[in-house]
């Protein structure tokens, strides 16, 4: 069984910082993927920024502004959002899913209970 925990979203105005992070528990966390997804209201689903233990990659529309740490000795990542801007408000997810040693994805998804990030103008 994994849970994941996140925390640290808010309000903040455009131009400043939040930073999102995400406990996960269990221990297949070295052999996973994890990933931040984002919701805004009417919209798809966008994936934000993605890590395995080997590399990381972020959303061309994050780049610049967002870094995505991932600590393995303690389950966690860590999403530093600088510049935000308003069409960054949306739920954040902390996602996870087993990966293959070659990045290929399989097994159940586990989800965070999301946390809420809006930029005001």
């Known amino acids: 069984q994994v849970t994941l925990v996140e925390s640290g979203g808010g309000l903040v105005q455009a131009g400043g910082s939040l930073r999102l992070s995400c406990v996960a528990s269990?221990?297949?966390?070295?052999?996973?993927?994890m990933v931040w997804y984002r919701q805004a209201p009417g919209k798809q689903r966008e994936l934000v920024a993605r890590?395995?233990?080997?590399?990381?990659t972020l959303a061309d529309s994050v780049k610049g502004r967002f870094t995505f740490y991932r600590d393995n000795a303690k389950n966690t990542v860590t999403l530093q959002m600088n510049s935000l801007k308003p069409e960054d408000t949306a739920v954040y997810y902390c996602?996870?899913?087993?990966?293959?040693?070659?990045?290929?994805?399989?097994?159940?998804?586990?989800w965070g209970q999301g946390t809420q990030v809006t930029v005001s103008s």
């Open positions: 890590a395995t233990s080997g590399s990381t």
């Open positions: 269990g221990s297949i966390f070295r052999a996973s993927a």
């Open positions: 996602n996870l899913v087993r990966v293959t040693p070659t990045g290929v994805e399989y097994g159940p998804n586990y």
